[in-house]
């Protein structure tokens, strides 16, 4: 991706859920499990999205994630069913980034889910719910990310002579 195409999905990414604002409250608020009749609701939130950006000129190509993030590889999500690799790439990276960080976080009906579990869960949907390739990328990253964080965990507990006891630098 060009330098202007990652401006264009960090603001798809950021805009993401704000369709949600043409969802009532009642249903977003919920705590508990929603009804059919309030799912076709919060599945209106892309074509929300799209309805109250597309106008906007420089916001434009930055759609495709707020439109798309709830497309499915294998065809089955929403809004329109796009199969494949007619979802736009930016949604399809983005869908696996935005279920990893729902699981990962507590919501009013589960608490969240370990990693471990959150990343077997997203491995076992690579081909279905994801595109594989995008499944393989993140997990590549997150591997590569989890390396790093533990490398500089072994080098702070390595220098712990300026570390407080309960862990607060001086
Ligand atoms: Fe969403």
Same mark, same amino acid.
């Given at each position: 991706?060009?330098?202007? +195409?990652?401006?264009?999905?960090?603001?798809?990414?950021?805009?993401?859920?704000?369709?949600?604002?043409?969802?009532?409250?009642?249903?977003?608020?919920?705590?508990?499990?929603?009804?059919? +009749? /309030? =799912?076709?609701?919060?599945?209106?939130?892309?074509?929300?999205?799209?309805?109250?950006?597309?106008?906007?000129?420089?916001?434009?190509?930055?759609?495709?994630?707020?439109?798309?993030?709830?497309?499915? =590889?294998?065809?089955?999500?929403?809004?329109?069913?796009?199969?494949?690799?007619?979802?736009?790439?930016?949604?399809?990276?983005?869908?696996?980034?935005?279920? =990893?960080?729902?699981?990962?976080?507590?919501?009013?009906?589960?608490?969240? =889910?370990?990693? /471990?579990?959150?990343? /077997?869960?997203?491995?076992?949907?690579?081909?279905?719910?994801?595109?594989?390739?995008?499944? +393989?990328?993140?997990?590549?990253?997150?591997? /590569?990310?989890?390396?790093?964080?533990?490398?500089?965990?072994?080098?702070?507990?390595?220098?712990?002579?300026?570390?407080?006891?309960?862990?607060?630098?001086?």
């Amino acid at each position: 991706m060009s330098d202007v +195409e990652i401006i264009h999905v960090r603001r798809g990414a950021l805009l993401h859920d704000m369709g949600k604002l043409g969802v009532p409250d009642h249903i977003l608020l919920k705590p508990g499990k929603l009804t059919d +009749e /309030e =799912w076709v609701a919060m599945r209106r939130h892309p074509q929300h999205a799209y309805d109250m950006f597309s106008s906007i000129h420089y916001l434009r190509p930055a759609l495709d994630i707020p439109y798309c993030h709830h497309e499915k =590889w294998d065809g089955t999500g929403y809004p329109r069913g796009l199969k494949g690799e007619q979802i736009p790439l930016a949604a399809r990276l983005f869908a696996v980034v935005d279920v =990893w960080d729902a699981l990962r976080s507590d919501r009013p009906y589960r608490a969240s =889910w370990p990693q /471990e579990k959150v990343l /077997e869960y997203i491995r076992t949907q690579a081909g279905t719910h994801f595109d594989p390739k995008a499944v +393989e990328l993140f997990l590549q990253l997150i591997s /590569e990310k989890s390396r790093m964080l533990n490398r500089r965990r072994r080098y702070f507990t390595a220098n712990a002579a300026w570390v407080r006891p309960h862990g607060s630098i001086t």
